[in-house]
């Protein structure tokens, strides 16, 4: 870890195994499978008073002499069992994180593996794939009382933390990653910089410290990576530069796309590093024939071990899996289990799947998943020559003065079909008449910005994007040449005023439009979590995640630098390098304090009382390195919470102690799916300030639901952890069987405010 590193874990003082799988598994297949052991990985569990840490906020080192021990003595044990079963060909072995293999096996390995006492868990490899500026003033890091203040400025605004970036990998020459050519010496931190196709050993710099790429899974299928990805750290797509800048670019970098000058962009934590792990590969559907950024859950599982050993503070992964989501044994939960108990921040994106409940997905406890929060709006004006003004999406800051208004359809070059320059297909229009005018276009068929490249091809002024049918979203995307995007209703209208001898029309940019509240995203995914039985409140919080500007890779994004993108994988890249922000400026707190940090102090959004659309709320950097208590999770809850997922009777758990269900985890929110009668709820708090405090316990929200806290008041000293005990009520009232939200707040006599998001649901 990129800190003062003490503690260390000898092979003989390992924790207890993670319980055993009793679920019964479906009978296997030839296939490619990872297989987890039941002896705990090298990366050691930080121990401390409140879960994590030394008293100084150290923590131990995964390339320690011990933890290296322990890896040769579990890499032994693997090799062991490998031949007893007949030598299969491994693709991965995992150490550090994790603690097995990946291996093409029969039918009959599998089986043989299954009924191993040794084995945890076989699983066949699965694929993941990609979730897919103005952010640091909106999220309160600027200003005299912003948190880049409060660090000592943004040239300090994460210092000594490396994130690492679990993507499509990174386009290092972007100014937002540029550095020096020295890559420095990070304590706790030892990385390297893989050579691969278009990346050398000297590619990395100072600012980005690591890069490695991990391609054995994906490379088993038959479809394979394609030819334009690069077979290295280097990005194939533009997704893994947009996620690696938004956490951790540096401060502002100048933009221009297009001949419009879009302001200036900074990363969350513009003074942290970026350690590299490329997961995701440009992979041709063999479906479809689309070209999708997408990878292998064997390729991810050994980036988070080698990331755990590199030292990484931060993870980014805005990956989504395409599992069932019912359970948290799979591999990837596992590794990224032992990563958090290592003191490893991990940063999880919701999903896109939204807005349909149980959609979320990383809803594992020890993870922080974010939803995708639109924050403002690229707004801009077409002016008809009959006077009319159709406001819409426009992000180009370019004005069109008046010209001649023509329909795509209406000017098809020589020998093109009439449908297909309406789409303004490529090579669709006749640029004798698009010349200098503003062309209508409709959407649909083609990518929309390949629409505004064919407009600039025939030379024309200006574009109208007009959407066909009407529940379409209007985009706000970087064109070739200004242009506003309308619904179908005003396209309607528009399209019939341009086959008008006299249709005229401008363009006018209004900017962005920051009056409108901010608001969860359609796209971004809601909760309860399909497991957990409706005792866990994900996605836990919220950030900017719609119309995000941030580097991409030029060869993929039609030459340009800059793109705006939108997606919950935007909104984890948020998190993470606000994360590493908390964790420059607070190193003694672990991830779960870092965690609870940001939820209960974050703002309100649309929906007062919504926790599985926006979990606890945006998140409010202004607020959240002074959340006066946290509430810190042990790695032992997650294991007894396994322990009850996999439907044991408590064998499992350690020391024999009865498993947990997840309302019971000590997390910055409650969730009770089945509430009978009553429930008592026990939460931990600590203070993290250097005053006493007095809280006061209340509640809000909650229809039909009763809430006693056992004490209303409670004194909390420096560095002290009491206990609060909530009883819930159904009362007569209750809505039964529906989930309704609210908050526990306790509010403190020096001004702190401590909310907890709240979500329960009656059993008559």
Not at 118 to 129: E, F, G
Request: hydrophobic share 40%; glycine share 12%.
């Amino acid at each position: 870890m990129a800190a003062g590193i003490v503690l260390v874990l000898a092979a003989t003082t390992a924790p207890p195994a993670f319980p055993a799988d009793v679920v019964e598994a479906p009978q296997p297949g030839a296939g490619v499978y990872t297989v987890v052991l039941a002896t705990p990985p090298a990366a050691p569990y930080t121990g401390g008073a409140s879960g994590f840490g030394g008293a100084d906020g150290t923590r131990p080192a995964p390339r320690s002499r011990e933890a290296q021990s322990h890896r040769q003595l579990l890499a032994g044990r693997q090799q062991a069992l490998l031949a007893r079963i007949g030598s299969p060909r491994t693709l991965y072995r995992y150490t550090t994180a994790l603690n097995g293999f990946t291996a093409r096996l029969t039918a009959a390995q599998v089986q043989e593996l299954r009924a191993d006492d040794s084995v945890l868990t076989v699983r066949a490899d699965r694929r993941v794939q990609a979730a897919t500026t103005g952010t640091p003033r909106l999220l309160g890091l600027t200003g005299r009382r912003g948190a880049w203040a409060r660090s000592g400025g943004p040239a300090r605004a994460g210092r000594g933390v490396v994130v690492g970036v679990l993507d499509t990998g990174i386009w290092p020459e972007n100014p937002s990653f540029r550095g020096r050519p020295r890559v420095p010496t990070i304590p706790g931190f030892r990385g390297a910089c893989q050579p691969g196709e278009g990346w050398s050993r000297t590619t990395c710099n100072s600012k980005v410290v690591s890069a490695r790429y991990f391609h054995q899974g994906v490379s088993q299928k038959t479809t394979g990576i394609v030819d334009e990805d690069y077979l290295s750290p280097r990005d194939g797509e533009g997704h893994g530069s947009h996620t690696a800048a938004t956490a951790a670019g540096n401060h502002r970098v100048p933009v221009t796309v297009e001949g419009d000058r879009l302001g200036r962009v900074s990363g969350m934590a513009p003074a942290a590093k970026i350690a590299v792990y490329k997961v995701l590969w440009s992979v041709r559907d063999p479906g479809d024939g689309a070209v999708r950024s997408t990878g292998m859950e064997s390729d991810l599982v050994a980036a988070i071990d080698r990331a755990v050993r590199d030292g990484v503070d931060v993870l980014s992964m805005p990956v989504t899996s395409t599992g069932d989501g019912d359970r948290f044994d799979d591999p990837s939960d596992l590794a990224l289990l032992r990563a958090a108990a290592a003191g490893v921040f991990v940063a999880a994106a919701a999903g896109n799947q939204g807005p349909g409940a149980r959609t979320v997905t990383n809803d594992a406890p020890w993870l922080t998943t974010t939803a995708a929060v639109t924050t403002h709006h690229y707004r801009g004006t077409l002016v008809l020559g009959d006077g009319r003004r159709y406001v819409g999406a426009m992000v180009s800051n370019r004005a069109v003065p008046r010209r001649r208004l023509v329909y795509a359809g209406d000017i098809p070059a020589p020998g093109v079909p009439a449908e297909a320059a309406a789409l303004c297909a490529p090579g669709s229009l006749d640029a004798l008449r698009a010349r200098g005018r503003v062309v209508v276009c409709d959407r649909g068929t083609y990518p929309r910005n390949l629409k505004g490249l064919e407009v600039r091809r025939a030379a024309g002024a200006g574009m109208v994007l007009v959407n066909i049918a009407v529940d379409e979203p209007l985009n706000e995307d970087v064109q070739s040449v200004p242009t506003v995007h309308l619904g179908a209703r005003q396209g309607t209208a528009v399209r019939r005023y341009a086959r008008t001898p006299s249709a005229r029309a401008a363009l006018a940019p209004g900017g962005r439009d920051r009056t409108a509240q901010p608001r969860i995203a359609d796209f971004s995914s809601r909760g309860p979590a399909v497991a957990g039985d409706g005792d866990l409140v994900k996605p836990d919080l919220a950030a900017p995640g719609s119309s995000i500007l941030a580097a991409v890779a030029p060869p993929f994004k039609l030459g340009r630098r800059w793109e705006l993108l939108s997606g919950t994988s935007m909104a984890s890249a948020h998190i993470a390098g606000l994360a590493a922000l908390v964790r420059s400026h607070r190193p003694g707190w672990s991830p779960m304090a870092v965690k609870s940090s940001m939820m209960t102090t974050a703002s309100g959004l649309r929906g007062r009382y919504a926790p599985f659309v926006k979990g606890a709320g945006q998140v409010n950097a202004r607020r959240f390195l002074d959340p006066g208590l946290v509430l810190d999770s042990r790695v032992g809850e997650w294991r007894r919470f396994l322990a009850g997922q996999r439907g044991s009777t408590g064998a499992g758990a350690p020391g024999g102690a009865r498993p947990l269900d997840a309302s019971a985890l000590n997390l910055p929110s409650i969730a009770i799916g089945d509430l009978v009668g009553r429930r008592a709820i026990v939460r931990r708090v600590t203070n993290v300030t250097g005053r006493w405090e007095r809280y006061t316990v209340s509640s809000a929200g909650l229809p039909g639901i009763a809430v006693r806290p056992r004490a209303r008041r409670v004194w909390v000293g420096p560095g002290r952890t009491r206990t609060i005990s909530v009883t819930f009520t159904a009362t007569r009232t209750a809505r039964f069987h529906r989930f309704v939200g609210g908050r526990l707040v306790l509010r403190g006599s020096r001004g702190h405010v401590v909310r907890l998001p709240v979500a329960v649901r009656a059993r008559g």
